[in-house]
RNA sequence: GGGCCCAUAGCUCAGCCCGGUAGAGCAGGCGGCUCUUAACCGCAAGAUCAGGGGUUCGAAUCCCCUUGGGCCCGCCA
């Protein structure tokens, strides 16, 4: 492929720049007051008749040209905001000459412009500005994406985002409806009273998940750092220092593989609510799903999964017990009675591949992955795991061996993870030492801040953790997470 | 980490199986056209076929390696 730098398009375009210099045209001005969005003028189109034009004051419009048709003494341009598209009607007995035939000479699709003039619409009925004066806002150098088919290249679509949404109605569409979604998230837990906090990215233990995070060293401290890979711990210390709803909404880091539904950087909400256990917590993420379903609904109609959205999401959801749920679905019976060494045979003949020192909560997991999951595609909640599988939730009151805690699963996805949250600083001791001697890699180790702040007592609390990006794709039906993500890590160009 | 697939003009794609001087559409250039909307008509241009090596009289095409990407599996509660 030749440098975009030396292919004759970009001459033709670096000309076509000293052309408008010469006839005293700044290529890149500084601004464009008083434009209306395109769609205002489309909307003052909608009184007219094919063939009218509005009387009153002339309008201003600023976008990128995609296309250019020319008719000789007349052109029409195809301009793109952000609010939609209109066309623009260029004729010499507006524009006069010689400013037509300049203008025609040196616009290329990609260009920004401004345009000032009438609304119109067209006998063929479509509508219009009809332009009086042109402003050039910035020439673009690099020729845009074909105006047809667009970009299809799927590396160059992640690694020059940029051209992707120039070209891609539907990919702006999709990034703005998940930052309206994140919105919305924050204005559901804001109506609830929870108040958002940030808490550190870099801390010297990373705690509250098993993963690997990304270590680096801070020159401050003198000391190996780490990125968080969960907002849990500092969020609890927060109901301890009374705090009673706080959320936490940030990206967390997983020094792990990207794959569809995975990424090492993504965007993950906590929120602890104290006086209050899962059971609430349940309650509280049925009322938020549903909303979000409503709002996606509203944002991407075209989008056939998120116009189906709020029916999947109509509360209430599917409850259903995490050992009947797995028995159920296997055969199996007496499952939390089973030995680690039985599970793990159990989950080896379900066809994972686990290694030998795994905790037995891992092998449940395996399992739980392999018989159920698929089959939970309309929203359930699933509860009441065993034990093993979590070291922060707090044992259940009355079934024993198990503890509370709830995952939400749809469309085959996990949509939240909430527990009891275990408060009592002995058993939260006891359960992170028997996670780390199952563990025992170099950069794990306990943080006994955290156990030291309970011993001076956190309320009973829930608490609640999802992926922004997972809970936008179940929304919205989007296989790639790196669909979901602006900017997804790529490799350094060779 | 394992398997399969992809890379040809600025963009979207043919050509590859079965080796014989690299093609189209869009965009760009020149000419024509005052209601088009994937505008249209004519002319001329545009390529280190991802990079490197090999086989061959001859390689976009066959083989090997490298790079980047995609899908699946594994790993990632």
Known sequence: MSDVEESHLVQERRQKIERLRMRGVEPYPWSFPDR???????????????????SGPDLRVAGRIRTLRQHGRSAFVDLDDQSGALQLFLRVDELGEPSYSDWLADLDPGDLVGAEGSPMVTRRGEPSLLVRQLTMLAKAIAPPPEKFHGLKDAEVRLRQRYLDLLASPETRARFRARSLVVREIRHFFDEHEFLE?????????????????????????????????????????LLVGGFERVYELGRIFRNEDLDATHAPEFTMVEAYWAYTDY???????????????????????????????????????????????????????????????????????AGATVPDASPAGKFLDKLFEHYV?????????????????????????SKPGRIERFELYCRGVELANAYSELNDPDDQERRFAEQLAARG??????????????????????????????????????SSIKDVILFPPVRSRP
């Not at 034990?387 to 922060?392: Q, R």
């Open 373 to 397: 999951e698929p089959t939970l595609v309309r929203p359930t909640f699933v509860v009441d795991h065993p034990l093993a599988t979590s070291p922060l939730a707090k044992r259940h009151r």
């Open 441 to 478: 890699t170099e950069h794990y180790a306990m943080d006994r801040d955290f156990v030291e702040a309970l011993r001076y007592g956190m309320p009973p609390a829930s608490g609640v953790g999802f992926g922004v990006d997972r809970a936008f794709m179940a929304l919205t039906g989007t």
């Open 197 to 237: 906090v940030e808490t550190p990215v870099l801390g010297t233990v990373a705690g509250g998940a098993a993963a690997d995070p990304f270590v680096t060293r801070s020159g401050y401290l003198d000391e190996e750092v780490q990125l968080r890979i969960s907002l849990e711990l500092p969020l609890k210390r």
């Open 279 to 349: 059971t609430d917590m349940r309650h509280l993420m049925e009322a938020m799903y549903g909303r979000l379903a409503r709002r996606v609904a509203e944002l991407l109609p075209g989008v056939p999964a998120a116009a189906e959205a709020p029916g999947l999401f109509e509360p209430p959801f599917a409850v259903v017990d995490f050992v009947e749920a797995l028995e159920s679905a296997s055969g199996m019976r007496g499952i939390a009675d089973r030995s680690r060494e039985e599970l793990r045979d159990l989950a080896r003949a």
């Open 36 to 54: 209306v969005a395109t769609s205002v003028v489309v909307d003052r189109c909608a009184a007219l008749t094919p063939g009218a034009t509005a």
